[in-house]
Nanobody, 124 residues
C-alpha cells in the first residue's frame, strides 16, 4: 500500500513558478510509475506528466510541454513537478498518482494510488 501526499500548491501571478512535491510512504517506491494530473472546476481530470521508475522516461501533455518538468528522488521517496511560466489556465487541483504498470501511461485508470490534491491558483 502506497500513501501519497502533495505539497507546494498556492497562489501565484501569471508568469510565475511553483514547485510541487509528492511524498510517498510505503514499500517499493521504485517499482511505480508516477504521474501528475490536474482537475479544474467543471472539467475532467487531465494528465500532466509521468515518469518511469528510473526517471529515464518522461512524458508530458502538450499543454505543459516546455513549461513543466517532472522528476523523482527515489532515495527520498519523493516526486516533483516544477512549473514555470504559469498562466490562469493552469489553475486546478493537482494530484500525484502511482501506477504499478511497467509501461507508463497517460490514462488515469492505470494509476492505483492517489494523493489528496493540492490547489494551484494562477492570477492574471
Amino acid at each position: 500500500q502506497l500513501v501519497l501526499g502533495e505539497s507546494g500548491g498556492g497562489v501565484v501571478q501569471a508568469g510565475g513558478s511553483l514547485r510541487l512535491a509528492c511524498a510517498a510512504s510505503g514499500p517499493t517506491f521504485t517499482r511505480y510509475t508516477l504521474g501528475w494530473f490536474r482537475q479544474a472546476p467543471g472539467k475532467n481530470r487531465e494528465f500532466i506528466a509521468f515518469i518511469n521508475w528510473s526517471g529515464m522516461i518522461t512524458n508530458y501533455a502538450t499543454s505543459v510541454k516546455g513549461r513543466f518538468t517532472i522528476s523523482r528522488d527515489n532515495a527520498k521517496n519523493t516526486l516533483f513537478l516544477q512549473m514555470n511560466s504559469l498562466s490562469p489556465e493552469d489553475t486546478a487541483v493537482y494530484y500525484c498518482a502511482a501506477s504499478p504498470m511497467l509501461s507508463p501511461s497517460q490514462s488515469a485508470t492505470r494509476y492505483d494510488y492517489w494523493g489528496q490534491g493540492t490547489q494551484v491558483t494562477v492570477s492574471s
